[in-house]
């Protein structure tokens, strides 16, 4: 049983470039989180999804993030126009349907840098 | 809100040597708490785990106990190692709630 895959591991981008991040869940998993961990901090909390939905993104930036969890495919993390502040590792987490189980498992993240 | 507080880092120790890493939390109900491990490049595995008072979580070596007298849930090891060398994360699941909360990390240094 594949754990969480994302991919790219590493991804550069020059400022103003878009980047998009993909995650896909364990198998039979259908809640999505992403996590962000700035240089030498913890990881915060973006945003949670389930099949077609946001069920909260109170840790989004307000602009140029966004994340989707297709019907089919991978889920993506999108920041538009990217900054230097941008630069980071996001990881994505996935946990099984059943009700009231939450426990996250977690990829091998993504390594943003922004040039 | 929910939060971890766990001590500053780095800690640095000679190979065998005993290790704890403190960890504090504060939440409304009965959180589980996890401990984190990332190696230098890599991602968070789960090192272990406990889901209600006095529970002892352990694997590889590493110990903690869940202890709601004392909202601590503390990393030990007897002997450390080289490869022990990482960033440790305390971190918590609250009881209903879909947001874990990490604690700021640990690194630990171990020398030969």
């Known amino acids: 049983n594949a754990g969480v895959m994302q991919n790219p591991r590493h991804l550069v981008r020059r400022r103003g470039q878009e980047a998009r991040l993909r995650c896909s869940p364990m198998?039979?998993?259908?809640?999505v989180y992403w996590y962000r961990q700035l240089p030498e901090e913890g990881l915060k909390f973006m945003v949670y999804?389930?099949?077609?939905?946001?069920?909260?993104e109170s840790g989004m930036p307000k602009e140029r993030f966004s994340a989707e969890f297709p019907k089919e495919g991978p889920s993506i993390l999108r920041i538009q126009q990217v900054v230097r502040g941008d630069s980071a590792a996001y990881f994505c987490?996935?946990?099984?349907?059943?009700?009231?189980?939450?426990?996250?498992?977690f990829g091998q993240g993504t390594r943003l840098t922004v040039v | 809100g929910d939060s971890v507080t766990q001590m500053e880092g780095p800690v640095t120790l000679s190979e065998e040597a005993f290790l704890t890493i403190n960890c504090t939390y504060t939440?409304?109900?009965?959180?589980?708490l996890f401990w984190y491990v990332q190696y230098p490049g890599e991602g968070l595995q789960l090192l272990l785990k406990a889901t209600k008072a006095d529970d002892k979580g352990s694997n590889k070596g590493f110990e903690a106990t869940y202890r709601k007298e004392t909202t601590s849930f503390h990393l030990e090891k007897g002997s450390v190692q080289v490869s022990d060398s990482a960033v440790y994360f305390c971190a918590l699941l609250n009881t209903g709630g879909f947001k874990t909360i990490f604690g700021a990390g640990t690194r630990l240094f171990v020398k030969a």
């Open positions: 939440a409304t109900g009965y959180p589980s």
């Open positions: 198998k039979g998993h259908s809640h």
């Open positions: 999804l389930q099949k077609e939905n946001i069920i909260d």
């Open positions: 987490a996935s946990s099984p349907p059943e009700r009231g189980s939450f426990e996250a498992f």
